[in-house]
């Protein structure tokens, strides 16, 4: 049986919870249920804290986790990350009061603050900046102002938290991270790892693509299918009327609308859009 730890909380359970149900798999109902066996998919499911399913991972006492990839290279376990999942995006930036500090080369000597010590112990490191990292739990921006640290490490994503607090980001990224699935580093995959990477993975596509029908002149086929090519190719059927064909392609969700008018003026008609809630490739 599979072993899969799941964020217990936080901003990656409900997206890996929703991603593992469109996937096939049994999930909880009770956020206090912890353990959940799912006989039907021969996988058993254990609710972790984010910060902890690396390690786990990683010790092999569960054979795969969700977790993001901050975690996961902050944690320093011998785990590895196997496939992105698409969600929980965040950025990892320095900080400092305005106009202190611009550039990485400058924090050597002071004090950074973090909640992701060793994430950026070794990004100063692969640098050749010397500084004291100091470790804090929860928010960092205070830091400064309460005189604890001179910079900050942390997740930026308008930057509107950080100017609050007198600070603004420079420097390039440490990190972007998102959601990732990881296995231990020293095995081979788990058995079942496989099969659960093609369902998250059709997830994933079904979320991306969308499934396009139209009907079109046999004239226009040609430049109907260059808009439309389909992951592979698309499907072209014969109408009752001879002169017409029914194509069917998949097209990037994003961009539905500015396709069928591509089609449209081509001279395709009867365009239809349908969802995709699963698939395999």
Known sequence: MLRIAVPNKGSLSEPAVDMLREAGYRQRRDTRELVLADPENDVEFFFLRPRDIAVYVGSGTVDAGITGRDLLLDSGAHAVEHMQLGFGGSTFRYAAPTGAVTSLQQVAGLRVATSY??????????????????????????????????????????????????????????????????????????????????????????????????????????????????????????????????????????????????????????????SIHACRL
């Open 117 to 274: 010590e060793v994430l950026v112990e070794n990004h100063l490191r692969s640098h050749g900046v010397e500084a004291s990292v100091v470790h804090l739990d929860g928010a960092v921006e205070s830091a400064v102002q309460l005189g604890v640290a001179d910079v900050v490490a942390d997740v930026v994503s308008t930057g509107t938290t950080l100017r609050g607090a007198g600070l603004e980001v420079f420097g390039d990224p440490i990190l972007v991270s998102e959601a990732v699935l990881i296995r231990p580093r020293s095995a081979e995959p788990a058995a079942g790892l496989e099969v659960l990477s093609r369902r998250l993975q059709g997830v994933l596509t079904a979320r991306k693509y969308v499934l396009m029908d139209y009907d079109v002149p046999v004239s226009l086929v040609e430049q109907a299918v260059a808009i439309t090519p389909g992951l592979e190719s698309p499907t072209v059927s014969p109408l009752h009327d001879r002169d017409w064909a029914a194509v069917r392609a998949m097209v990037r969700r994003d961009q539905t609308n500015q396709v069928m008018d591509a089609l449209y003026d081509v001279g395709a008609r009867a365009i239809l859009v349908t």
